[in-house]
């Protein structure tokens, strides 16, 4: 197996490059218990409104983020929370920070890779 490993490791890979699409501000209420069901506990979490803007090479694109919308939670039985990857496909990943306790906001990059 060593010998595995040391050929696996001499196979260098190029490390992805990533373009920065656009980011957003949201605004967002306090979460709401839906209760539990089978998959586990499930929350909701209301966007109240927001900003976004495009990255570099995308300044044009900007607007508003309406309220209305909502980041859906799952807490499984096993301690998993998720599923939280909405944005990891093969060419886009998002990133979420949130601004608390500054603000009842979160910060969402999303990000193309090359």
Known sequence: MESLRAFAQAQMA???TAQLLWT????????????TGPGGE???IPITGGLFWGGPGHEALRG???A????RQLWRPDGIEGPHAWLNRRRLVGTLQTLR???EAVL???WALA
């Open 14 to 16: 190029e490390p992805p």
């Open 24 to 35: 957003a501000a949201v605004t967002v209420a306090p979460r709401e218990d839906l209760g």
């Open 42 to 44: 499930r929350f909701i």
């Open 64 to 66: 508003q983020v309406v």
């Open 68 to 71: 209305g919308g909502a980041d």
């Open 101 to 103: 306790p500054a603000h």
């Open 108 to 110: 969402i990059r999303v």
